[in-house]
RNA sequence: GUGAAUGUAGCUCAGUAGGUUAGAGCAUCAGAUUGUGGAUCUGAGGGUCGCCGGUUCGAGCCCGGUCUUUCACCCCA
């Protein structure tokens, strides 16, 4: 019989035990935060209708959708010979009507257009499910993997901005890890362009902005050239971007360049409620305006929120801002949101690196009973279930096998106890405990084994 | 999608100017007076050298393609 050697797709990944673990008190953290805050969890299918999906992220987005089949026989219904030569874009409307989701935003937007009537308004939700992109994978870029949004909808207040970057802040000071929030807002990016009588380039000169940090100004100045913006306004660029100072100070700054746009003033205005906020509230985390984030998908209107670690290299942990008409694209309108996103691998391989994860996310069972023959076993099992009563993970050996063997298992399992009931332990009623990380062991009655582990 | 690098036992890697049965360490398994792990010793198993094709008398080593992983661009969690 042929065999084949097993794989996965690209950008996939399993996870073994110890992974899981990690990763479960990842998630773990992150929810305890979102409900301490309020928020409800929900959850939404991993395939979405294509209608749903194409179109909200951007040309760029939809190359990176999954597609799905259409069942049945797809190739006749879309009128297909294995001779015809027709282009891919079109083929695939008339075969596939379902995509893998891209994001948790838009099935959001999805969810609160067809339950609006069971919700209460404003609605807060958080949802921790993975998503699928096509893109190539890197290091820290995969093509599944988890996010983990918290949203408000159905609220125009910029309390709820400042409480996003407050639970930000808690998710990191949980996870130990040390983040730089940068923040802007997309209507002084309106402004921008407002101001340098370019209103419709926004896009090309945010997307050229936001490379500055990476490629230097001269670049980025050829970059906005190529892009057809004029000189004359790329030279009116140029004050912005060459400027440095606090956040204080770029506000200040701001308000002078954008004095001409109602618009930009407005998202300095905004920004300064928020940073007010958060500055009363008295986070840990760093909290910055950086005038080059623009990144982040079109349907931001307000806020662009954007956090970095600031002790590993790798692209952002979490990301989100406003978008004010979401639901309008499904015929709710009039309803704002404003939420973020924790992504859940990157943080992971940031912990991982830096070392961050819990000793006890090692730790498995608790305890192993030796498996010594049938009548040992027997009240082994007895005990297991005191033990679990009492939340103490346990198991039994599933074999009579050598002690040898059975405590090289306790040891690659990193159990911390073993429990051993041989034929006097049995005899007596008693149990012999061997605290595995110090090498002692001691023998009580078998009564006393629950209190005895609490105890340890 | 564009450009580049990588791929040898479960893992980390050797492998000499292409030449007979491809090596090491770690891990695994079995032993070292059969109620005790993490140390040591002995031994064993395990590889169609990513896959397909080509050049050659002969390829793990050369060439082409393909896939994986990684890096840069694009974009992004």
Not at 151 to 163: K, P, R, T, Y
């Amino acid at each position: 019989m042929a065999s084949q050697t097993p794989s996965i797709p690209k950008g996939t990944r399993d996870f073994s035990p110890v992974e899981v673990r990690r990763r479960e008190y990842i998630f773990g953290q992150l929810k305890d935060v979102f409900r301490l805050h309020g928020y409800q969890p929900i959850e939404t299918p991993a395939m979405e209708n294509l209608s749903t999906l194409l179109g909200k992220y951007g040309e760029e987005g939809d190359k990176l959708l999954f597609k799905v089949l259409n069942s049945g026989n797809f190739m006749a219904d879309a009128g297909i010979n294995a001779s015809s030569g027709i282009d891919s874009n079109g083929l695939s409307l008339k075969i596939s009507e379902k995509g893998l989701r891209y994001d948790l935003t838009v099935p959001f937007a999805r969810y609160v257009v067809q339950h609006q009537n069971e919700i209460n308004f404003p609605f807060r939700r958080f949802q921790v499910q993975p998503v699928w992109r096509a893109d190539r994978p890197q290091k820290g870029r995969y093509r599944e993997f988890y996010q983990c949004d918290v949203d408000v909808i159905g609220s125009n207040s910029l309390l709820n901005e400042a409480e996003l970057i407050l639970i930000i802040d808690e998710a990191f000071q949980r996870l130990n890890l040390k983040v730089m929030v940068k923040i802007n807002n997309r209507k002084i990016l309106t402004g921008i362009a407002e101001v340098t009588g370019q209103a419709d380039k926004i896009v090309p000169i945010t997307v050229a902005i936001d490379k500055l940090e990476k490629i230097g100004l001269q670049k980025v100045r050829e970059e906005m050239e190529s892009q057809g913006i004029p000189p004359e306004a790329v030279e009116k660029l140029l004050p912005l971007l060459s400027f440095e100072g606090s956040t204080a100070e770029k506000l200040t700054f701001l308000k002078n360049y954008l004095a001409d746009s109602e618009t930009g003033l407005l998202g300095v205005k905004e920004l300064e409620e928020v940073l007010g906020l958060v500055v009363s509230l008295g986070i840990h985390s760093k909290v910055e305006l950086d005038i080059s984030l623009a990144r982040g998908l079109n349907y931001y209107t307000g806020i662009i929120i954007e956090v970095k670690s600031e002790e590993a290299v790798i692209g952002s942990i979490c990301g989100g801002g406003r978008y004010d008409n979401l639901t309008g694209i499904f015929g709710l309108a009039g309803i704002s949101g404003v939420g973020v996103s924790f992504g859940a691998d990157r943080i992971y391989d940031v912990m991982l690196s830096l070392n961050r994860f819990p000793e006890d996310t090692q730790a498995s069972t608790r305890a192993l009973f030796v498996n010594f023959g049938t009548a040992e076993a027997a009240f082994a099992m007895q005990l297991s279930s005191d033990l679990r009563k009492a939340g103490i993970s346990c198991e039994l050996y599933p074999e009579a096998a050598k002690l040898k063997k059975q405590f090289s298992y306790a040891d690659g399992r990193a159990v911390p106890f073993v429990i051993i009931i041989g034929e006097d332990e049995l005899r007596d009623q008693k149990v012999t405990v061997k605290n595995m990380r110090k090498g002692e062991q001691v023998t009580i009655p078998a009564k006393e084994l629950v209190t005895h582990l609490s105890r340890e």
